[in-house]
C-alpha cells in the first residue's frame, strides 16, 4: 500500500464539515479510515481521493450516531472455519418475484404489446404504479409537468426504462421485509445500494455511454446476495461477517474463502433466475472481480461506484473493510477524481429524497 496521504483541515472537502466533526471525532475518522484501506494502493488518483474525502463525512457520522461505531457484544463461540460449503450457489433458491413483474417481462418481449397493454399491467398493481409515478415526477427525471398517469409515464419512459423500475420494484419488495439480522441493517443496507445507483446513472448521463437506467438497477441491486445469503444461510452468513471484521478483509473475500462464492455471485444467480437481461446478471455478478466481465463498462461503474460509496461510510457498517479496487475498472469506468466527486457530492444531496421514496412503499 502507498503511504496515506497527509492531509490536513480540509480533508472533508468537497462539502463543509460540521464543527462537531473536528477535533477528536477528526482523528478518530482518519484512523479508522487508515484501517479501512489497509491494502488499497493509495497512489492510485481515485483511490487517494476517496480516502480523504471519506474522513470528513466517518467524523460527521461519527459525531452523529457513535453507536454505528460501538464494538459488537462478544458473539459466544463462532467458528471461522467451515469445512464445505452449507450450500452450493446452485442450491439456493430465491423467493419468487411478485406476479406483475413476471407479466411485464412478458407484454414488455412482445413487440406487438402498446402502451396501453403495458399501463394496464402496471396499473392493476397498486405498489408498482405509486412507485412508478413517484420517480417519474422526482428530480430523477426532472419533467416540467406533472405526471398524473400510468399511461402518460409509460409513453414518456418508454419500455427499457418501465422494466428498469419494475425490476427495482420487485427486487426490492422481495427482500424490504427481511427479518432482523445481528449484521444487517436493511435502512442502511438499501441507502447504499440507492446511493450506488444514483451514482451509476447520473456516471452513465456524464459520460453519455449506454443506458442510464439499466445502470441505475444494477448499482442499485448490486448487494442483493447479501439479504439472500441471510435468508438461505443465517448462521454461517453471519460467521463470514465476523470473520471479516476479525481479519480486516472485505466480507466477500471472506465468502469465498468459506463458501466458495460471493454475495455478488448469489446476486447474479438470483437475476438469472428471475431471467434479467445478461448484460445486468454479468454486472452484479462480478462487481467485486470486474476482470471476469471482460472490460465490460457497466460492471466497471457498479465496482467503481460500490467503493466510492463504501468510501464515505454509506455502507451497512461504516467501519468495515474498503471493497476489493481493481485499478483496470476505474480505467474502463473513466472516472478521475474530480468528476468522482462531484458525482457523488450531487447523490448526496438527493439520496435521502430517494430513501423516503423507495421506502414509501
Same mark, same amino acid.
Not at 492510485?44 to 471519506?54: E, I, Q, V
Not at 445502470?215 to 444461510?233: M, N, S, T
Not at 476489493?324 to 468528476?339: K, M, Q, R, V
Given at each position: 500500500?502507498?503511504?496515506?496521504?497527509?492531509?490536513?483541515?480540509?480533508?472533508?472537502?468537497?462539502?463543509?464539515?460540521?464543527?462537531?466533526?473536528?477535533?477528536?471525532?477528526?482523528?478518530?475518522?482518519?484512523?479508522?479510515?487508515?484501517?479501512?484501506?489497509?491494502?488499497?494502493?493509495?497512489?492510485?488518483?481515485?483511490?487517494?481521493?476517496?480516502?480523504?474525502? +471519506?474522513?470528513?463525512?466517518? =467524523? *460527521?457520522? %461519527? !459525531? $452523529?450516531?457513535?453507536?454505528?461505531? @460501538?464494538?459488537?457484544?462478544? #458473539? /459466544?463461540?463462532?467458528?471461522?472455519?467451515?469445512?464445505?460449503?452449507?450450500?452450493?450457489?446452485?442450491?439456493?433458491?430465491?423467493?419468487?418475484?411478485?406476479?406483475?413483474?413476471?407479466?411485464?417481462?412478458?407484454?414488455?418481449?412482445?413487440?406487438?404489446?402498446?402502451?396501453?397493454?403495458?399501463?394496464?399491467?402496471?396499473?392493476?398493481?397498486?405498489?408498482?404504479?405509486?412507485?412508478?409515478?413517484?420517480?417519474?415526477?422526482?428530480?430523477?427525471?426532472?419533467?416540467?409537468?406533472?405526471?398524473?398517469?400510468?399511461?402518460?409515464?409509460?409513453?414518456?419512459?418508454?419500455?427499457?426504462?418501465?422494466?428498469?423500475?419494475?425490476?427495482?420494484?420487485?427486487?426490492?419488495?422481495?427482500?424490504?421485509?427481511?427479518?432482523?439480522?445481528?449484521?444487517?441493517?436493511?435502512?442502511?443496507?438499501?441507502?447504499?445500494?440507492?446511493?450506488? +445507483?444514483?451514482?451509476?446513472? =447520473? *456516471?452513465? %448521463? !456524464? $459520460?453519455?455511454?449506454?443506458?442510464? @437506467?439499466?445502470?441505475?438497477? #444494477? /448499482?442499485?441491486?448490486?448487494?442483493?446476495?447479501?439479504?439472500?445469503?441471510?435468508?438461505?444461510?443465517?448462521?454461517?452468513?453471519?460467521?463470514?461477517?465476523?470473520?471479516?471484521?476479525?481479519?480486516?478483509?472485505?466480507?466477500?473475500?471472506?465468502?469465498?474463502?468459506?463458501?466458495?462464492?460471493?454475495?455478488?455471485?448469489?446476486?447474479?444467480?438470483?437475476?438469472?433466475?428471475?431471467?434479467?437481461?445478461?448484460?445486468?446478471?454479468?454486472?452484479?455478478?462480478?462487481?467485486?472481480?470486474?476482470?471476469?466481465?471482460?472490460?465490460?463498462?457497466?460492471?466497471?461503474?457498479?465496482?467503481?461506484?460500490?467503493?466510492?460509496?463504501?468510501?464515505?461510510?454509506?455502507?451497512?457498517?461504516?467501519?468495515?473493510?474498503?471493497?476489493?479496487?481493481?485499478?483496470?475498472?476505474?480505467?474502463?469506468?473513466?472516472?478521475?477524481?474530480?468528476?468522482?466527486?462531484?458525482?457523488?457530492? *450531487?447523490?448526496?444531496?438527493?439520496?435521502?429524497?430517494?430513501?423516503?421514496?423507495?421506502?414509501?412503499?
Amino acid at each position: 500500500m502507498a503511504d496515506i496521504p497527509e492531509t490536513g483541515r480540509d480533508e472533508a472537502a468537497p462539502g463543509a464539515v460540521p464543527d462537531a466533526a473536528h477535533g477528536a471525532a477528526l482523528d478518530a475518522a482518519r484512523a479508522l479510515q487508515a484501517r479501512r484501506f489497509a491494502g488499497i494502493d493509495l497512489s492510485h488518483p481515485a483511490a487517494a481521493a476517496l480516502f480523504t474525502a +471519506g474522513i470528513g463525512r466517518l =467524523a *460527521a457520522l %461519527l !459525531a $452523529a450516531e457513535p453507536r454505528l461505531f @460501538e464494538k459488537d457484544a462478544p #458473539a /459466544g463461540t463462532t467458528s471461522h472455519k467451515i469445512g464445505a460449503p452449507p450450500k452450493f450457489i446452485h442450491e439456493i433458491v430465491p423467493p419468487p418475484p411478485p406476479d406483475v413483474f413476471f407479466k411485464l417481462q412478458r407484454v414488455l418481449a412482445d413487440e406487438n404489446t402498446t402502451n396501453e397493454d403495458i399501463a394496464g399491467i402496471v396499473s392493476a398493481d397498486p405498489g408498482l404504479t405509486g412507485f412508478l409515478l413517484r420517480m417519474v415526477n422526482s428530480v430523477y427525471y426532472g419533467f416540467p409537468d406533472k405526471i398524473d398517469t400510468v399511461s402518460r409515464a409509460v409513453s414518456l419512459l418508454g419500455r427499457r426504462e418501465i422494466f428498469s423500475h419494475a425490476a427495482a420494484r420487485a427486487v426490492s419488495e422481495v427482500y424490504r421485509d427481511m427479518p432482523p439480522r445481528r449484521y444487517l441493517n436493511m435502512r442502511r443496507f438499501w441507502r447504499h445500494s440507492l446511493a450506488c +445507483g444514483l451514482f451509476c446513472r =447520473a *456516471a452513465s %448521463l !456524464a $459520460a453519455g455511454v449506454g443506458d442510464p @437506467e439499466r445502470y441505475f438497477v #444494477a /448499482g442499485l441491486l448490486h448487494d442483493i446476495g447479501k439479504p439472500q445469503l441471510l435468508l438461505a444461510l443465517p448462521a454461517a452468513s453471519e460467521t463470514a461477517v465476523e470473520a471479516a471484521r476479525m481479519e480486516n478483509v472485505h466480507q466477500s473475500l471472506a465468502e469465498q474463502r468459506l463458501f466458495g462464492y460471493d454475495h455478488g455471485e448469489v446476486a447474479g444467480m438470483v437475476f438469472a433466475k428471475w431471467n434479467f437481461p445478461e448484460e445486468l446478471t454479468d454486472a452484479v455478478s462480478h462487481h467485486h472481480h470486474p476482470e471476469r466481465a471482460q472490460g465490460s463498462h457497466k460492471t466497471a461503474m457498479v465496482h467503481a461506484a460500490d467503493f466510492a460509496v463504501v468510501a464515505l461510510g454509506i455502507s451497512v457498517d461504516p467501519r468495515a473493510h474498503m471493497p476489493p479496487f481493481s485499478p483496470e475498472a476505474w480505467e474502463t469506468a473513466g472516472l478521475g477524481p474530480e468528476p468522482l466527486l462531484e458525482l457523488l457530492n *450531487a447523490v448526496e444531496t438527493h439520496l435521502d429524497d430517494f430513501v423516503a421514496m423507495f421506502s414509501a412503499g
